[in-house]
């Protein structure tokens, strides 16, 4: 059985305590300084990886003689945000996932972060699950920097996942979670699934797998590894986006996780008041639509999806 403990608290200015815990699971023969952190609720809007660590939570309860190494999981950060439904620190209006490495000696969002990174400071491996925002759905992927590609791709191809996404966005990504544990030896990857505030069944089991498969591959459980699938690679094609030209209602024309060809028709921008349509969003390229917007109130610029086609 998993032990739960308190890895940090600040009192707050009415006599309440903001408080991150934990859950650590360790072999029958004790602790280890191998160590893997599974990390969730960074953004208070986003639940899928609150089921991924239900759903593991329960497998190592029921096989605690498999755990070789030290597991940890966290699955809720914000936990501020996750009490009021919001994706960024209640008050301060700060995305948590940009501060870090914090300090503290900083404003609480900042505190949280150091509080984060000492915590899980040394684990061998960290996983840092997210759903998309409210307004996309996202079939589940892990999104890699440039600079890390070498090192953390073999890893993702392990995780049961549907896409590796490399990508050189730097300036935004030198703020997160994912960039400070990096930077400071810890081998993270960052999985985006599902949509925000939602709760997909399916998802949460395919990366269960990933993770069991992950966690077996490297040492950390005693069991065979899951045959598990192989995920497209980003750097054989090409990401197109869409989006919206004009403000309006977005109506799909076709499902999430769809093979398209170029020139069809993803779906139409209408005007409710008038009864016309003012737009059709059309695929500028062939392929896999991995995204596809859930919320329908579009504004012009507005993301509606994402196709990945390969190269020919």
């Known amino acids: 059985m998993g032990v739960i403990e308190e890895v940090f608290s600040i009192d ?161 990504l030198e703020s997160t979670f994912a960039h400070a544990m990096n930077t400071l030896g810890t081998k993270t990857l960052v999985v985006e699934m599902g949509v925000g505030m939602r709760l997909g069944k399916t998802y949460g089991h395919q990366l269960l797998d990933g993770l069991l498969n992950l966690m077996a591959c490297e040492g950390f459980l005693s069991i065979e590894p899951l045959d598990v699938r192989y995920p497209i690679q980003s750097h054989v094609g090409e990401v197109a986006y869409l989006n919206a030209s004009c403000p309006g209602l977005f109506v799909p024309s076709i499902e999430h996780c769809q093979m398209i060809e170029k020139g069809s028709v993803v779906g139409q921008i209408v005007d409710p008041l008038s009864g016309q349509v003012l737009d059709e969003v059309i695929a500028p390229i062939g392929g896999i639509l991995f995204t596809l917007r859930a919320y329908p109130i579009v504004y012009e610029g507005s993301l509606v999806g994402r196709i990945f086609g390969e190269n020919e």
Request: charged share 25%; with cysteine; proline share 6%.
């Open 12 to 172: 707050l200015p009415v006599g309440e305590q903001f408080r991150i815990q934990r859950c650590r699971y360790i072999p029958k023969k004790g602790e280890t300084l191998k160590r893997i952190s599974i990390v969730s609720g960074i953004h208070g809007d986003e639940l899928e990886g609150q089921y991924v660590c239900f759903l593991l939570g329960e497998w190592l309860r029921a096989n605690p003689d498999k755990i070789k190494a030290t597991i940890d999981i966290y699955p809720a950060i914000n936990s501020l945000g996750l009490d009021s439904i919001t994706r960024s620190v209640p008050f301060y209006e700060v995305d948590l996932n940009r501060v870090f490495p914090g300090s503290k000696n900083d404003f609480l969002p900042a505190q949280i972060a150091d509080g984060v990174v000492s915590a899980m400071k040394g684990s061998e491996i960290a996983i840092d699950i997210h759903s998309s925002n409210i307004f996309l759905r996202e079939i589940p992927q892990v999104r890699i920097a440039k600079s890390q590609e070498k090192t953390l791709v073999p890893l993702a191809n392990k995780l049961n996942i549907d896409f590796v996404w490399v990508h050189d966005a730097v300036t935004v």
